[in-house]
């Protein structure tokens, strides 16, 4: 009889640990300009290239290249690198604001912000966004006031959603940001539904959905993918693959031996990889997805390759499962250093005027903060959007159960 050895199971290895630098080398890098630009109408199957490689833009001195390399008017590149900036500042700060009690927890997009920043200022009002919990700046570009913002994060009385969502999780539909859901992965299953729903009534909106890399090894990924492929849905399906999930490393979720955008192209979808750290292709590529949408040409998948820089949430200490410098070393860099290097380039942008802004700034935020927390935090215990959060609720409630509640002295 045969002797067979032992099966055994392959468990992905994060290619660094504390201690012990990472290898970035599986990261499939291509050099800027490189990747090729294809039609609109293109298949899925003729993105399967794509799918494998990295759209790049900003060579490492900041130039543009390649058939991605589109003319920009230089107020978008400017307004996109105010953005960001504004953005890390908000973060930074509601970071310290956790850290002071004044909210439960709090999740910052360091790293990645040129990834909803781009591709907002690509879409048109009356879109609308499905984001995950570090999408932040979308509203942010769009000048949502950060009074607005911060109140939300408090839950005091000046929170409009009257403390039902829990920090970060915005609610802005004015803005076409879609209620954010802390079930991973449920955003891109309404994405696609809503931007059906647009095509069925004849509208010209389209759906732009986020989610994590962690997050696409939930069935509603796949599901998503099945309806916006079968439908031809006009819906920019976006996975930002940041390397890391709370602790576990992107290749827990199947992104070792394939990439994420592969998975794209597998379900019959044009599906592109792109380098989510160069703002200038961040755009280029969010424009092309638009057009297609907009065009009837049907959905598209975008893998955004980033990196997380902060802990995955205020709950989180990534020193205890990866080293302590591993953004410093990210070969794709920093955003803003980036785009920054590239105006400066251009002549469109100083390092006095990046300074004057970074301060105008910082006293935008501080000044909101102060306005916001005026109105209460969890640290004062002067928050009183929970007491009042059902109101609405029992005016419209059936009068028996209203007797009921009553009855109760509630």
């Not at 994405?191 to 696409?216: E, H, L, R, Y």
Request: aromatic share 8%; with cysteine; hydrophobic share 40%.
């Amino acid at each position: 009889m045969r002797q067979h050895i032992p099966l055994r199971l392959h468990v992905p290895e994060p290619p660094g640990r504390p201690g012990h630098a990472t290898d970035f080398s599986y990261l499939r890098l291509a050099p800027a300009g490189l990747v090729r630009k294809p039609p609109l109408d293109t298949s899925a199957i003729d993105t399967t290239d794509l799918a494998y490689t990295l759209v790049r833009v900003l060579d490492d001195d900041g130039i543009a290249k390649g058939p991605w390399a589109q003319p920009i008017d230089v107020q978008v590149l400017r307004k996109g690198l105010q953005s960001m900036m504004k953005t890390r500042i908000y973060d930074a700060r509601m970071l310290i604001a956790q850290r002071q009690k004044k909210m439960s927890f709090y999740m910052q997009s360091l790293g990645e912000e040129a990834i909803g920043t781009a591709q907002i200022m690509a879409l048109s009002k009356g879109d609308m966004c499905f984001p995950s919990y570090r999408q932040q700046n979308l509203l942010i570009t769009q000048d949502v006031p950060l009074f607005d913002m911060m109140c939300q994060l408090f839950s005091n009385d000046r929170d409009h959603l009257k403390g039902r969502q829990l920090p970060v999780m915005y609610s802005v539909p004015d803005a076409g940001f879609f209620s954010i859901s802390g079930n991973l992965a449920t955003q891109f299953v309404q994405a696609v539904g809503w931007a059906m729903a647009s095509a069925i009534k004849g509208d010209t909106k389209i759906a732009s959905a986020w989610i994590g890399d962690g997050a696409t090894a939930a069935a509603d990924f796949q599901t998503a993918l099945t309806f916006a492929h079968v439908y031809q849905a006009p819906v920019i399906l976006n996975v930002i693959n940041n390397q890391w999930a709370i602790s576990s490393f992107q290749a827990l979720a199947g992104g070792e031996s394939t990439t994420f955008a592969a998975r794209g192209v597998g379900s019959g979808i044009a599906s592109l990889r792109v380098d989510g750290n160069d703002f200038l292709a961040v755009y280029a590529v969010s424009q092309w997805a638009v057009e297609r949408a907009r065009s009837n040409l049907g959905p598209t998948l975008i893998e955004w390759v980033t990196y997380r820089a902060g802990p995955h949430s205020t709950s989180d200490d990534p020193s205890k499962y990866r080293p302590a410098d591993d953004w410093a070393r990210f070969p794709l860099g920093d955003p803003i250093d980036r785009l920054k290097q590239h105006l400066i380039g251009i002549g469109a942008w100083s390092d006095d005027e990046h300074q004057q802004t970074q301060k105008q700034f910082e006293a935008e935020v501080v000044a909101a903060q102060k306005q916001a927390e005026s109105h209460g935090t969890l640290a004062t215990g002067q928050a009183s959007s929970v007491a009042t959060m059902f109101e609405d609720v029992y005016k419209d409630m059936p009068w028996h159960l209203r007797r009921q509640r009553q009855q109760a002295g509630v």
